[in-house]
């Protein structure tokens, strides 16, 4: 297997041209939050148990991301991407008309989706976790909401599933998001989030 670096025409290497912006533990907590959720939405209660650990599965996720978001490397950190709502509609009106700048990092709509999908698959976890308790007295939140009437138990589950319903539709749009931002700028983005590597600035 060679270790030769390949040259382009004009006498730069692809080595050279790639920068490494996503550190392994993003890249992981991306895929593995990605294969949680899923698993968790696919079996839904028919398998109970799996279900709910790809929950705490997802929660645990979320906590392990949140302190990365403050104290990870520099496009990790939440610093580095969360921006004011009139920067995000400012960047999707200049994505419309494909003159949005491109970004190592998150976009400023990039970084809105990552806080959105953050919350609704925060609210999904501890919403599934209040239903554990109530229905199965099981759980963390068992003495919680063990108390609980059925009416009540009843709400917490049309909770749960508006939640994990709107996780999907914000994943959805995620998707649709990085087509369109690959297309736009050229680069294959989900590529980046297995590699780690992205094109260096223009």
Known sequence: ??????????GGSTEAMQIRVWDPLVRIFHWTLAAGFATAF???????TVHIWAGYLVLSLI?????????GTRHARFSDFVREPGQVVAYLKAALTLRAPRYLGHNPAGGAMVVALLLSVTATGISGMALYGAQEFAGPLAGLSAWVSDAT???LEDVHAFFANATLALVIAHLVGVVFSSLSHREN?????????KRRDD
Request: hydrophobic share 50%.
């Open 1 to 10: 297997m060679s270790n030769e670096t390949s040259h382009l025409p004009d």
């Open 42 to 48: 696919i079996v839904e209660d028919d398998i109970l």
């Open 63 to 71: 906590a392990m991301r949140l302190v990365w978001g403050l104290i």
């Open 153 to 155: 138990a009843h709400q």
């Open 189 to 197: 983005l989900i590529g980046a989030m297995i590699t780690g590597n």
